[in-house]
């Protein structure tokens, strides 16, 4: 998806706390906001239908609307902005992460850990029992080639683990609880 290779194009990683996520992009004086809500996707409130798949590791990307596929070359270019080739043509998109409430914040109060998204457990990073700081990596997974990294909302204590390495997930499926200490 387009959250996908913004964050992969950085950071190699997409940082999940909660299922959804959403961000400002602004292109030329355009402004658009980004909601990404596990597979879903809307621009300005509107739904898109389209996918993004990562060709190979210098930022070549497929993009696929139904209607057309269309080769694309994303790289970043300083601080949250990236270079998107296309068609002969070349913009610049500035990202950020939009602000707001967090949706499943008493979730994550919790410390219940769920994949937004249908995905393969590739790493699991930390041990019941085992202290762990807030922002600490506890569970990466795989799904539609994108990483997603998982880390711990709150420092405390890993209190159960549900997953293992080679282990498929589903939407809302708990992978590590943490508690409080």
């Known amino acids: 998806m387009a959250h996908g290779c913004l964050a992969r194009a950085d950071e190699r ?3 999940l706390s909660a299922a959804m996520a959403k961000y400002h992009v602004t292109i030329a004086d355009n402004d658009y906001e ?24 210098s930022g070549l990307y497929l993009l696929d609307n139904e209607e057309r596929k269309r ?8 601080d949250s902005t990236f270079t998107v080739s296309a068609s002969g043509q070349q913009i610049d ?3 950020s992460k939009a602000k707001g409430r967090k949706k499943n914040q008493s979730r994550q109060d919790e410390g219940e850990i769920n994949a937004p998204i249908p995905g393969v457990v590739v790493k699991v990073l930390v041990q019941e029992g ?20 998982f880390q711990a909302s709150f420092a405390g204590r ?18 590590v609880r943490l508690e409080r200490v």
């Not at 080769?71 to 300083?78: D, K, R, T």
Request: glycine share 6%; hydrophobic share 45%; no cysteine.
């Open 93 to 95: 998109a500035r990202v």
């Open 71 to 78: 080769e694309m070359h994303i790289q970043p270019a300083g």
């Open 13 to 15: 990683f997409v940082h």
């Open 130 to 149: 085992e202290a762990v700081q807030e922002k600490q990596q506890l569970v990466v997974i795989e799904s539609m080639k994108m990483l997603m990294e």
């Open 158 to 175: 890993v209190a159960s683990i549900h997953v293992k390495v080679g282990d498929h997930v589903e939407k809302g499926d708990l992978m």
């Open 34 to 57: 980004v909601e990404i809500d596990g597979e879903q996707v809307r621009i300005d409130g509107e739904p898109i239908s389209a996918s993004l798949h990562l060709l190979n590791e």
